[in-house]
């Protein structure tokens, strides 16, 4: 198994430009998360599916967009891109069967807005 | 979620015992306490969990004190590649979907 994985792994935006981030996990989990982490913090849930075609949003949703339209992906969106967006990145995922807690995160997404 | 407290950062040296502990005076009966590591530059890493007995895998072993309000995740011989910030994080079983609560965690450095 690949695992999580993310693309793509870094991407320097101007203010205002829309991408992106793809996510995608092959172990068939049902639940599936956007984090950020800003330099020197922990990391921020953005948004989480509980399974295809259900998404919530978690600490810090403004700014972002997420669909969840199979099991296997995840697409977190950005559609005008701010400096505040400036950071790391993360989509993990873990089975309903098993805890929550044991999440299985990607190789994670450099974002810089200038 | 009960709120976690852990030092900065530590140093350890290369072949001895890391020892990294974690307070956690508020948790409730229910939360078990988990510890996360995340190496420069990539994705945090799941490393053990436990409620009150402690627990042990290959990566390392956990100790909760018998009143739950603080433990110690031991990475019994430490290298150069467990250089890393590692995560307490005290979370009900199952814990709801919505995710998991990251702290600043410890920064240990392990010597040559």
């Known amino acids: 198994n690949a695992g999580v994985t993310q693309t793509p792994k870094f991407r320097i935006l101007k203010i205002g430009q829309s991408m992106t981030l793809q996510c995608a996990q092959d172990?068939?989990?049902?639940?599936m998360y956007w984090y950020r982490q800003d330099p020197g913090m922990g990391l921020k849930l953005i948004y989480y599916?509980?399974?295809?075609?259900?998404?919530d949003k978690g600490e810090v949703p403004n700014g972002y967009n997420v669909s969840r339209s199979t099991t296997e992906d995840f697409p977190l969106r950005l559609e005008l891109a701010a400096p505040s967006q400036t950071s790391v990145y993360f989509c993990?995922?873990?089975?309903?069967?098993?805890?929550?807690?044991?999440?299985?995160f990607g190789p994670g997404t450099r974002l810089t807005v200038l | 979620d009960a709120k976690t407290t852990q030092p900065t950062s530590m140093d350890c040296a290369e072949g001895r015992a890391a020892n990294l502990p974690c307070n956690h005076s508020?948790?409730?009966?229910?939360?078990?306490v988990y510890w996360y590591r995340q190496i420069h530059s990539q994705g945090p890493q799941y490393i053990i969990h436990?409620?009150?007995n402690n627990e042990t895998n290959e990566m390392a072993s956990l100790i909760i004190t018998e009143d739950r309000k603080s433990s110690t995740l031991i990475l019994p011989h430490a290298t150069l590649r467990d250089t890393a910030v590692y995560y307490c994080?005290?979370?009900?079983?199952?814990?709801?979907?919505?995710?998991?609560?990251f702290g600043k965690g410890t920064h240990l450095i392990i010597q040559p």
């Open positions: 993990a995922s873990t089975k309903r069967a098993q805890s929550y807690n044991e999440q299985f």
């Open positions: 172990m068939n989990h049902n639940y």
């Open positions: 599916s509980v399974g295809a075609g259900i998404t």
């Open positions: 508020t948790i409730s009966g229910n939360e078990y």
């Open positions: 436990g409620l009150k």
């Open positions: 994080i005290v979370r009900r079983e199952g814990g709801g979907a919505d995710g998991l609560t």
